[in-house]
């Protein structure tokens, strides 16, 4: 049965290959999110949207529609860079960034000022994006931004304008972003609530 997060199913190229990918994956956090507490949503992604385990992540065949020189910008928050909602480690964001084709360099990391944030242990103030190369595609130093940049949070799970600005300045297109959720101009899109998704076809591998 495909996972209700893949409902446009498996990304199968329809179009000219992309140089550059973002990424916000639909990660796990729990199997069994805890019920809400006073009728609204919760901090919980399970209450927010479908979700996917590391496994079912790693598995999406990225690789195919990317060129053969691209960069991957994959979101990953905190308690995910160590490991898969189990608390295993046997399939890591950096093994997933490799599954789709593309060798982990640096990261970025989103500043979000004020306080608050969720956390079991401290509470979160940033959140990181896993930047990846495939073939020789570098950043000009004319061009080289740092790698940290401060933006207000809005709603949940939602990134920040700054965010995709940097991008634009850095990355060449064709881009794409999946697991998206609003048009960009300049982009195309993919995702269960992107409007006007990319004209892809969608289904489970062979």
Same mark, same amino acid.
């Given at each position: 049965? +495909? /996972? @209700?997060? %893949? ?8 179009q000219p290959k992309?140089?550059? $990918? *973002? ?40 690789g195919e529609i ?10 990953? +928050? /905190? @308690?995910? %860079? ?8 046997d399939v890591t964001?950096?093994? $997933? *960034? ?109």
């Open positions: 049965m +495909t /996972n @209700p997060a %893949l409902s446009h199913g498996w990304l199968n190229l329809k992309y140089q550059t $990918i *973002v990424a916000d994956p639909p990660w796990k956090y729990s199997a069994n999110p805890a019920p809400l507490r006073s009728g609204g949503r919760g901090a919980s992604a399970e209450h927010h949207y479908p979700t996917m385990s590391n496994a079912e992540l790693a598995e999406m065949p990225v990317a060129d053969d020189q691209a960069h991957l910008y994959m979101w990953v +928050t /905190n @308690p995910r %860079l160590v490991g898969d909602y189990r608390g295993k480690r964001p950096f093994d $997933i *960034v490799e599954a789709w084709g593309f060798r982990p360099i640096t990261m970025l990391t989103w500043v979000k000022p004020g306080r608050g944030g969720t956390g079991w242990y401290f509470r979160g103030q940033t959140e990181h994006v896993i930047f990846g190369t495939r073939g020789k595609l570098g950043i000009p130093a004319a061009v080289r931004e740092p790698n940290v940049f401060t933006a207000k949070r809005s709603r949940h799970s939602a990134k920040p304008q700054d965010f995709f600005d940097l991008v634009e300045r850095v990355s060449p297109g064709p881009r794409l972003e999946m697991f998206a959720r609003n048009a960009r101009p300049g982009w195309d899109v993919w995702g269960n609530e992107a409007p006007n998704p990319v004209d892809v076809e969608l289904g489970p591998a062979a």
